[in-house]
């Protein structure tokens, strides 16, 4: 498999793009906000884009999907709760990209339709789940949808490697384990209130903590 971390402008985005070796073909994850940098990196492999796939649908990782839809023509993926998409999928559902299969994993909470994508062992995690970090949430309820999120990732495999939608973490990936280990979120998951505190007192947590 091919597989590779783009930096892609923006707030610290990462595109990433993920191809068959035997078929050629690739899906690219979040091209944006600058997507001629995940097109020159499917150029440098040679392979075709049948699938561009937002993790969630807020601009800054939709922004590159009309460049791709004018030089590849692929079909656009995002969950079936998003307001637009070509192939619309839901938590469980699999998608082949040639001998590859992607799974799908419903995770809101940042948004209400949220995804994350495992290819093999590696899982892009959009603004889900970042390296010692979790995604913003505006409210209790959407604090709890993310705290039950994070609950089914952390059952998947502890050499899953963890790569997410912006290099805002304390490294640009990470894996299971070291989240369950290191992640203050991800130690806080069997107490809501407790997972709660942390994202409302986040700011004086960083500054005690000595975390940039």
């Known amino acids: 498999m091919i597989f590779q971390q783009v930096p892609s402008g923006g707030d610290r985005n990462f595109g990433y793009v993920v191809g068959c070796e035997r078929t050629n073909l690739a899906a690219v994850i979040d091209p944006s906000p600058e997507p001629q940098l995940c097109y020159d990196k499917v150029r440098e492999f040679g392979l075709e884009v049948i699938y561009v796939i937002n993790t969630h649908t807020h601009f800054d990782h939709t922004g590159g999907n009309d460049f791709f839809a004018r030089t590849t023509h692929p079909s656009i993926v995002t969950h079936k709760s998003a307001p637009f998409g070509d192939i619309r999928v839901e938590d469980g559902q699999t998608l082949s990209l040639g001998e590859i299969t992607l799974y799908f994993i419903h995770t809101p909470g940042h948004s209400i339709d949220s995804i ?22 505006s409210t209790r309820e959407s604090a709890k949808k993310e705290f039950d999120s994070l609950k089914k990732l952390m059952i998947l495999d502890q050499d899953v490697r963890v790569w ?23 130690l806080r998951l ?23």
Request: charged share 30%; net charge negative.
């Open 164 to 186: 997410p939608g912006h290099d805002v973490g304390v490294n640009p990936s990470s894996n299971i384990e070291k989240e369950k280990k290191t992640n203050p979120f991800i």
């Open 190 to 212: 069997n107490n809501f209130e407790d997972f709660l505190h942390l994202k409302d007192n986040w700011l004086d947590y960083k500054e005690e903590h000595g975390i940039l």
């Open 116 to 137: 994350c994508i495992l290819a093999e062992k590696e899982l892009m995690t959009g603004d889900t789940l970042f390296v010692g970090k979790v995604g913003g949430t």
